[in-house]
């Protein structure tokens, strides 16, 4: 089972990894980071915002945030402006920072029970398992889109959860 402090220390690791992207995605132009790189959602920005679509909804669950206004399929669109979605995330990791801070090993412990519009039926599962999920769906995406980065030109920061500053 994971802990609070961990939930806390993933969280700061989202927030440094996301800003570590945007700031190599920034180097690129508009059609770059839209242009199909043949990743599962397309693009860079596609990308970003299924991963941040899957927070939105993760957090809807987790912390009582609006759930998105589409569903998983049109999650690549969500965001398609750039400033918009890098305020988007900005906000969203500060918000997911605040809920780790606040999380409790009680509430990692329980069971969260939720309805699945993806999958069209209801689930239970403790919520540390689902808390892990979400940090890994996170990182699985987030190493596509440095591999697209990368492939267009752009250079990402450090990746190593050693390596990251304590201010992150």
Same mark, same amino acid.
């Given at each position: $089972?994971?802990?609070?402090? *961990?939930?806390?220390? $993933? %969280?700061?690791?989202? %927030?440094? /990894?996301?800003?570590?992207?945007?700031?190599?995605?920034?180097?690129?132009?508009? %059609?770059?980071?839209?242009?199909?790189?043949?990743? !599962? &959602?397309?693009? =860079?920005?596609?990308?970003?915002?299924?991963?941040?679509?899957?927070?939105?909804?993760?957090?809807?669950? !987790?912390? #009582?945030?609006?759930?998105?206004?589409?569903?998983? /399929? #049109?999650?690549?669109?969500?965001?398609?402006?750039?400033?918009?979605?890098?305020?988007?995330? =900005?906000?969203?990791?500060?918000?997911?920072?605040?809920? %780790? #801070?606040?999380?409790?090993?009680?509430?990692?412990?329980?069971?969260?029970?939720?309805?699945?519009?993806? $999958?069209?039926?209801? !689930?239970?599962?403790?919520? &540390? /398992?689902?808390?892990?999920? !979400?940090?890994?769906?996170?990182? *699985?995406?987030? #190493?596509?889109? *440095?591999? $697209?980065?990368?492939?267009?030109?752009?250079?990402?920061?450090?990746?190593?959860? =050693?390596?990251?500053?304590?201010?992150?």
């Amino acid at each position: $089972m994971i802990s609070p402090d *961990h939930v806390r220390l $993933m %969280a700061r690791y989202n %927030a440094w /990894q996301n800003r570590s992207l945007i700031a190599a995605a920034d180097t690129l132009d508009a %059609a770059a980071l839209v242009a199909d790189r043949g990743g !599962f &959602w397309g693009g =860079i920005l596609p990308t970003l915002s299924h991963v941040l679509w899957g927070d939105c909804i993760w957090m809807s669950r !987790f912390d #009582g945030w609006d759930k998105p206004a589409v569903g998983m /399929q #049109g999650s690549p669109t969500m965001i398609a402006d750039w400033d918009a979605y890098c305020d988007a995330r =900005i906000t969203a990791d500060a918000d997911i920072l605040d809920w %780790a #801070g606040r999380v409790s090993q009680d509430a990692l412990s329980a069971e969260l029970t939720w309805y699945s519009g993806v $999958m069209e039926r209801e !689930f239970s599962q403790p919520l &540390w /398992q689902l808390v892990t999920h !979400f940090f890994n769906h996170q990182t *699985h995406h987030r #190493g596509q889109v *440095h591999a $697209m980065l990368t492939a267009a030109g752009a250079r990402p920061g450090d990746t190593d959860l =050693i390596l990251m500053p304590e201010t992150a």
